[in-house]
């Protein structure tokens, strides 16, 4: 079964440093990887995805994530910080079972917090 | 485009009544989604409907809990009876090619 895990309930960096946020995935074939942001009394919102190709990914706001297949890994990077990234951060995978499906399977999530 | 239309963004109801959520997703897409976001169970896919039919409703808590999805551009979640522990965020969300697009939620508090 298709699953998605985000270790870190929640992760400190001061503004202007560099930011990571780290999710490992586990799937049967080749895996659909996304990343969305939530902001406080807001809905999800699009980041960046990984279907294929290029393994660094580039998204919104100057967020950028990497796929690593032998690490099973698609952590979220930014290169510098801003207090306004500060925000709940979810991982997700498309689950492939049972046929073509648009269903995504997300993790617990990891809430950034960025110090001024 | 407008995006993913939930109403009511706020609704606040006595336990016992009965709470409709609605949901109208973005044009051409042909997957919408129901989901239930609380502090303690995270987010909780309840539902999803492809091309107006329920595909897999093995999210949806209980009995009291229907969806319904009569045409491509409105959906329902509804609540009958109402108990104080559903109180959460529902959002929906569509779909067309891979990633979702959510709306901004309803907060359903039971009291």
């Known amino acids: 079964a298709q699953s998605v895990a985000q270790p870190e309930d929640q992760v400190n960096v001061a503004e202007g440093n560099p930011l990571t946020v780290k999710c490992t995935y586990s799937v049967s074939g080749n895996p659909y990887l996304f990343w969305y942001v939530q902001y406080p009394n807001r809905g999800l919102q699009f980041l960046l995805k990984?279907?294929?190709?290029?393994?660094l990914v580039k998204g919104s706001y100057g967020f950028e994530a990497e796929f690593n297949k032998s690490q099973t890994s698609f952590h979220l990077k930014k290169p510098s910080a801003l207090v306004s990234d500060s925000a709940l951060y979810f991982c997700a995978v498309r689950d492939i079972g049972g046929g073509a499906t648009n269903k995504l399977i997300f993790g617990t999530g990891t809430l950034l917090a960025v110090q001024p | 485009d407008a995006g993913v239309i939930q109403s009511p963004r706020h609704e606040v109801t006595e336990m016992g009544q009965e709470v409709t959520l609605r949901c109208k997703p973005i044009s051409g897409h042909d997957y919408l989604f129901w989901y239930r976001q609380t502090m303690m169970r995270g987010l909780e896919l309840l539902i999803y409907f492809n091309n107006n039919v329920p595909i897999d409703d093995s999210g949806m808590p209980e009995d009291r809990f229907s969806a319904k999805m009569p045409n491509a551009s409105f959906s329902t979640l509804k609540i009958q009876p109402s108990e104080p522990r559903d109180s959460a965020v529902y959002f929906c969300a569509s779909s067309r090619l891979n990633e979702q697009f959510f709306g901004p939620g309803t907060r359903l508090t039971v009291l």
């Open positions: 990984y279907i294929t190709g290029d393994n």
